[in-house]
């Protein structure tokens, strides 16, 4: 019984990392994917050479992450926050580097 669950499980998994690239009418390529990231970074590859939105879990966390960042930046530049338009000057580098931190 637990066998069954375990290979149905594993199928399933495979089953979500896997795609194929059809190339004409009896030819075929068939991928599965390491991991979920991976299959995320193929298949949005995949989308972008074809000119299609790339919609994975992995692009959305992204958008959502810039989003969340613009967001946050039209908000600073509402209170009157100066948002400098170049970096900050590169610090001086250490005279040494004979420090060590003791996180104990």
């Known amino acids: 019984r637990l066998r069954e669950t375990c290979l149905r499980q594993n199928i399933t998994e495979v089953l979500e990392l896997a ?20 299959y995320c970074i193929w298949t949005d590859g995949l989308n972008a050479l074809l000119g299609k939105d790339m919609m994975s879990d992995l692009t959305r966390n992204d958008l959502d992450t810039l989003l969340s960042m613009e967001i946050k930046l039209r908000l600073l530049d ?15 580098e250490p005279s040494n580097y004979d420090f060590v931190y003791d996180c104990n």
Do not use: M, R, V
């Not at 338009?85 to 001086?92: E, H, Q, R, Y």
């Open 78 to 92: 509402l209170e009157n926050i100066q948002i400098p338009d170049a970096p900050p000057p590169i610090p001086k």
């Open 19 to 38: 795609f194929s690239i059809l190339y004409d009418s009896n030819g075929q390529l068939n991928f599965i994917a390491p991991d979920k990231h991976e």
